[in-house]
T-cell receptor
Framework: AQRVTQPEKLLSVFKGAPVELKCNYS??????LFWYVQYSRQRLQLLLR??SRESIKGFTADLNKGETSFHLKKPFAQEEDSAMYYC??????????????FGKGTKLTVNP | GAGVSQSPRYKVTKRGQDVALRCDPI?????LYWYRQALGQGPEFLTY????????KSGLPNDRFSAERPEGSISTLTIQRTEQRDSAMYRC??????????????FGPGTRLTVT
């Protein structure tokens, strides 16, 4: 079965501190992993995906197949990073026409 | 440019009534997805279309839920005989199909449905 687990419902850090949002997944094949973000009063949007190996807004995420994890990290959190973060997986590598399976989300608050 | 739009943004209805939720995808996007998000949960897949063809409806919870996309553009999600447990945020997303440069799913603002 496809499953995404985000163990932390809430995460609070101070500005300038490192932040790590945890994500573990369960999937029998080779999934695509994504991080989506929803800022206050905005729509859900893609933050980054593992195949592109990019850093967006200072965030990075590495796929660890051994630990089936895709944790999101940023070395120095900013107040504007406060948002709801969702980890998601898709079953088809590079595919767009495939459903996303989401975790329950982690609400990140960055305090001044 | 215009993103994915959904209407209505908010819908309050009485138990037993039918509701129709509309999604207008980004122009040219072939794939269209519907998700439902209950409070405190992540979005949960309902169904998706490529053009007008419904490719996967495995996430529709029961036969009160149906969706169509007759001309391969605008889609309507219909819930018949609504129940209180149907109250949720209903999200629509669109994307281009595999083989194109972008497969990112672009989400609309959602429709908040409340069944009283």
């Amino acid at each position: 079965a496809q499953r995404v687990t985000q163990p932390e419902k809430l995460l609070s850090v101070f500005k300038g501190a490192p932040v790590e949002l945890k994500c573990n997944y369960s999937y029998s094949g080779s999934p695509e992993l994504f991080w989506y973000v929803q800022y206050s009063r905005q729509r859900l949007q893609l933050l980054l995906r593992h195949i592109s190996r990019e850093s967006i807004k200072g965030f990075t995420a590495d796929l660890n197949k051994g630990e089936t994890s895709f944790h999101l990290k940023k070395p120095f959190a900013q107040e504007e990073d406060s948002a709801m973060y969702y980890c998601a997986l898709s079953g088809r590598r590079g595919g767009g026409s495939e459903k996303l399976v989401f975790g329950k989300g982690t609400k990140l608050t960055v305090n001044p | 440019g215009a993103g994915v739009s959904q209407s209505p943004r908010y819908k309050v209805t009485k138990r037993g009534q039918d509701v129709a939720l509309r999604c207008d995808p980004i122009s040219g996007h072939v794939s269209l997805y519907w998700y439902r998000q209950a409070l405190g949960q992540g979005p949960e897949f309902l169904t998706y279309f490529n053009y007008e063809a419904q490719q996967d409806k495995s996430g529709l919870p029961n036969d009160r839920f149906s969706a169509e996309r007759p001309e391969g553009s605008i889609s309507t999600l219909t819930i018949q005989r609504t129940e209180q447990r149907d109250s949720a945020m209903y999200r629509c997303a669109s994307s281009s199909p595999p083989g194109t440069a972008s497969y990112e799913q672009y989400f609309g603002p959602g429709t908040r449905l409340t069944v009283t």
